[in-house]
């Protein structure tokens, strides 16, 4: 007689769909926490926005109502031994945020005063002092914003720490599988079909964690949220002599500097490409790279000299309001969201944990990134 055996399957506590850093460091805190969690992306995990960042750890790019947790976030990176369990190379340098004309000077001014209201320590600061702090800076400029707490990170060094601290903590990681639908289960939470896998898998909570490609699994749970896709772009230079010390930006917010430790420049400040959702795919737009890069060179003249080494392009993803979506999407808080953070690798490690701790029964003060604040039909439904 054969016996039909029909092997049951697992069913996780929490899946997380989106590998980078969002979904990665929710995943991490909740399986520390002892829950069985399973974390899924549709390519190698940290390949989108988390891995091709410029690394800027930045209180003056980030949205002044985000300060107190990109300050939060900066530490948890500038102490990764801690808790991701090795130190990811992230380097504490002040950041000079620079006005050249009187019109940056006003914004200038404008944003260091939001920004010390949020509790971000910048202070304006005379032409003359900022260019004794960066001696390789054009000295034709007016004014600057110091903050001592901004800094950078190697992102480059960031995925394989995080694929040993997840294998660590005994997350199941299933890379190159795209979620291509998830349906409710009644009393038993959700059954999600990842493409090219004949067998779904089964997980009491889902997280969203999908950056640029959320807005498609949002509307899957009757969240209809526009989520914008910047297609943005990052220059690299050949290894120059020391030019800089500090990660330096200008007032309206179009350029941002720093310095490895090998040498090279990474220019960037948000100057778009063209790309797309469907594949990924970018292309560099030549009239924004040249723009780019001369704003580099007016800023810091030496770059005149510098040959470019790379250019790319990566997708970042923003809500209509530019804040953050972090919390449950369903009444009976089974499923949740954590992305479109602003400088969200920043805030990333910080914002993820904050996710966790809100699964896990803590009451994070997460008001006013209740997703519920784009449909106002589901509001009374999701309980935040
Ligand atoms: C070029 C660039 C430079 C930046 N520079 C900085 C900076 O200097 N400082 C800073 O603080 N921030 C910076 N940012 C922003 C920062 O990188 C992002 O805010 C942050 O990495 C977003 O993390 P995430 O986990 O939400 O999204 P992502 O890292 O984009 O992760 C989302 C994941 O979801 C996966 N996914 C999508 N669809 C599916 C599906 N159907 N099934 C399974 N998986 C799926 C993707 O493959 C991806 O791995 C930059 C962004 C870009 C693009």
Same mark, same amino acid.
């Given at each position: 007689? !054969? ?35 399973? #974390? ?37 990176? #500038? ?21 050249? !004309? ?12 939001? +920004? ?23 000295? +034709? ?62 997980? +009491? ?27 943005? $772009? ?24 720093? $310095? ?11 100057? $778009? ?8 795919? !970018? ?10 890069? +001369? ?11 510098? $040959? ?23 009444p009976d808080d089974d499923a949740f969201v954590v992305g479109c953070v602003h400088s969200g690798f920043t805030s990333g490690p910080y914002m993820g944990r904050l996710l966790a701790e809100r699964i896990l029964g803590a009451d994070p003060d997460l008001s006013a990134f209740n997703p519920s604040r784009f449909s106002p039909s589901s509001a009374t439904r999701a309980q935040l």
């Open positions: 007689m !054969t016996v039909a055996f029909h092997e049951s399957p697992v069913i996780y506590d929490a899946i997380i769909i989106g590998a980078g850093v969002m979904g990665a460091t929710t995943a991490l805190f909740l399986a520390r926490a002892g829950l069985k969690v399973a #974390l899924v992306d549709r390519q190698d995990m940290f390949r989108a926005a988390s891995g091709v960042n410029a690394g800027t750890l930045t209180l003056h790019m980030t949205r002044a109502q985000l300060i107190p947790h990109a300050i939060r976030g900066r530490e948890m990176w #500038l102490n990764s031994a801690e808790w991701l369990g090795e130190d990811v190379g992230a380097l504490a340098t002040p950041g000079l945020s620079m006005a050249f !004309t009187e019109a940056e000077e006003d914004l200038l001014r404008q944003r260091a005063s939001v +920004r010390q209201n949020m509790g971000a320590p910048i202070e304006v600061i005379s032409a003359e002092k900022a260019v004794s702090i960066e001696p390789g800076v054009n000295p +034709r400029l007016r004014a600057a914003a110091y903050c001592a707490l901004d800094g950078h990170i190697p992102t480059y060094r960031v995925g394989g720490a995080y694929a040993r601290a997840l294998k660590e903590a005994g997350i199941t990681l299933i890379e190159n599988a795209p979620v291509e639908s998830i349906s409710s289960v009644r009393g038993q939470g959700h059954e999600i079909r990842l493409t090219g896998h004949a067998r779904a898998i089964h997980g +009491r909570r889902v997280v969203l964690s999908t950056g640029a490609w959320l807005e498609k699994m949002l509307g899957w749970f009757g969240h209809d949220i526009s989520i914008r896709c910047l297609i943005n $772009q990052l220059v690299v230079t050949e290894t120059l002599p020391p030019v800089m010390g500090s990660v330096l930006s200008i007032a309206n917010g179009l350029l941002s500097l720093k $310095q490895f430790a090998n040498g090279s420049v990474l220019i960037g400040g948000g100057w $778009q490409g063209e790309g797309n959702i469907r594949d990924g795919g !970018t292309r560099v737009i030549p009239e924004n790279l040249q723009g780019n890069v +001369r704003l580099a060179q007016h800023v810091v003249p030496r770059l005149n000299e510098a $040959q470019i080494l790379r250019v790319w392009l990566g997708l970042e993803s923003e809500t209509p309001d530019a804040m953050p979506l972090i919390g449950a999407l369903t």
